[in-house]
């Protein structure tokens, strides 16, 4: 079974606060279903496009494992705190 992968790229926070209430919450909600953290931070460098603030890489087990998390009551309630704080994309991707 193939793994899959949770990913974020900011493209800016509004309200660092609510990112940190968020970020303190989230980890532990997808750690619990399964996600190990692989990337987090600002330290990025930009080949192509537009350079993001910050980017999250979350590995899974299966793209369930993945949706299940994100899907979350835990995960949920960290969401709630980021609410209109940041802008950002947030995929599950299948790995090869």
Same mark, same amino acid.
């Given at each position: 079974m193939a793994k899959a992968y949770? !990913? =974020?790229i900011y493209s800016e926070i509004h309200d660092p606060e609510k990112l %940190? *209430?968020? *970020? *303190?919450? *989230?980890l532990p909600a997808l750690q619990a279903h399964g996600a190990t953290p692989l990337a987090r931070?600002? &330290?990025i460098v930009s080949k192509e496009g537009? %350079?993001?603030l910050r980017a999250v890489v979350m590995e899974f087990d299966s793209m369930e494992a993945a949706k %299940?998390?994100? &899907? =979350? &009551?835990e995960y949920k309630g960290a969401l709630a705190k980021l609410e209109g704080g940041v802008d950002r994309q947030l995929?599950? !991707? &299948?790995?090869?």
């Open positions: 949770l !990913i =974020s %940190k *209430a968020y *970020a *303190a919450d *989230a931070g600002s &330290e537009n %350079k993001p %299940k998390a994100y &899907e =979350s &009551e995929f599950l !991707i &299948e790995g090869l």
